[in-house]
């Protein structure tokens, strides 16, 4: 294995940019590798990032961005072969093919290849990925089952029952494709029972400077924050505003909601007293600051969140559903109150505020917790192990790797 490795790092996103949940991971990732060996970048995205990429003022530099189209079948035969053939790609965007061509004869160069998400996998068009890490920082049918679960729509819960099926068969295939998989939990972990070597790297956040004092305002504020792209957010703000809301608000009449975030005004079509839509924010740790809890009412989605380390990283209260904490190895009244059902889950931000001593406890309970586990310093060994397990697999010369 070499002293200094050559790697690429085939992303979806700029690690540079507006922060939002994927480019947090990718940028540690790239950040951690580029401590392994020599790194080189390549962005296989939405035209969102280009102008970044344009100003060269990010930390990284980018080999090549690469914009992605969209896949259309053109007709019924078409669309049959995206949904039943494993080699297909079932997610709607690629690249064209000279891109393609390219990125497949590039990435042979390297002694590493980090790929970031099977969509950007199929994006590429290649199937067998040599001396590869695939980072499926969530899991594609495990998303399928929240939807069937909670989705309020009867066809959208059907379709999402046979995705599930269609998404477990590629999912199973995954050591066939990829020398090393690593996923968020070890709940990712024991649900996809691959045979290859699977290594867990959970989400974190990047640690303060300095242990937080955290320092909420009167009249209490609950807080949410994350990217309204992302439809699972507008779908669990959506509820707890529709369901859970009216009931704080009737405890705690002088309540305020605080919604932060990327699109959250074109997304958002929000009603209700005491709730303000903030926007992208460009100091979340001041507005976090102010909050008396944060929710995290996910009830759609897969892989872990990364709001639950943030807010531990601020000794923020937080209340949030199963799901919005699945894969942290966390108890309710322990680290945060934890509640699915719109009452329990509206009882919850109420006893939050009244029993304010309780709160700060599991907040620091949380804080101690993160500084162990999940802040990017606590997780960047596990990137390094899943990168070295993947160079010792196979440490022939990257070129024949590839023949």
């Not at 108890?331 to 006893?351: N, P």
Request: aromatic letters at 10%; glycine letters at 6%; one cysteine or more.
């Amino acid at each position: 294995m070499s002293s200094n490795p050559s790697i690429v790092y085939v992303t979806p996103c700029s690690p540079d940019g507006l922060d939002f949940g994927t480019r947090l991971r990718v940028r540690q990732v790239a950040r951690a590798l580029r401590e392994l060996g020599e790194l080189k970048i390549v962005v296989v995205g939405g035209a969102e990032d280009f102008p970044t990429q344009q100003n060269g003022t990010g930390e990284f530099e980018i080999e090549r961005f690469l914009p992605l189209h969209h896949l259309t079948p053109n007709n019924l035969s078409a669309r049959y072969r995206r949904l039943l053939d494993v080699r297909s790609n079932p997610y709607g965007r690629h690249l064209d093919s000279q891109s393609q061509d390219w990125v497949q004869s590039y990435v042979k160069n390297f002694d590493l290849v980090w790929v970031h998400h099977l969509r950007t996998a199929y994006a590429v068009g290649q199937w067998k990925w040599k001396r590869s890490v695939m980072d499926l920082d969530d899991v594609t049918s495990m998303h399928c089952r929240s939807v069937a679960a909670n989705s309020e729509r009867v066809m959208e819960r059907v379709k999402s029952k046979v995705q599930i099926q269609l998404t477990r068969r590629r999912e199973r295939l995954l050591s066939d494709r990829f020398t090393v998989v690593s996923v968020c939990s070890e709940a990712d972990r024991e649900y996809l029972n691959l045979p290859g070597p699977v290594h867990v790297i959970p989400n974190g956040f990047d640690a303060p400077a300095q242990e937080p004092q955290h320092n909420p305002i009167i009249p209490p504020r609950f807080g949410f924050i994350g990217t309204f792209n992302y439809q699972p957010n507008v779908d669990s703000v959506h509820w707890f505003v529709c369901k859970c809301w009216p009931r704080i608000k009737r405890e705690i009449p002088n309540a305020q909601l605080r919604l932060a975030g990327d699109n959250s005004y074109n997304a958002l079509k929000i009603d209700g007293a005491d709730i303000e839509v903030l926007g992208y924010v460009e100091s979340p740790a001041a507005e976090m600051d102010t909050w008396s809890a944060m929710i995290v009412p996910t009830r759609k989605g897969a892989g872990t969140r990364v709001k639950i380390a943030d807010g531990f990283s601020k000794k923020v209260p937080m209340i949030t559903t199963s799901l919005g904490v699945c894969g942290y190895d966390v108890k309710s009244g322990v680290e945060l109150y934890i509640a699915d059902h719109a009452d329990e889950f509206a009882q919850a931000c109420i006893l939050a505020i009244k029993d304010p001593e309780s709160s700060r406890r599991m907040a620091e309970q949380g804080w101690r917790r993160f500084s162990q586990e999940w802040s990017w310093d606590a997780i960047r060994p596990k990137i390094w192990a899943a990168a070295e397990d993947c160079l010792r697999r196979d440490s022939r010369p990257a070129a024949a790797a590839f023949e």
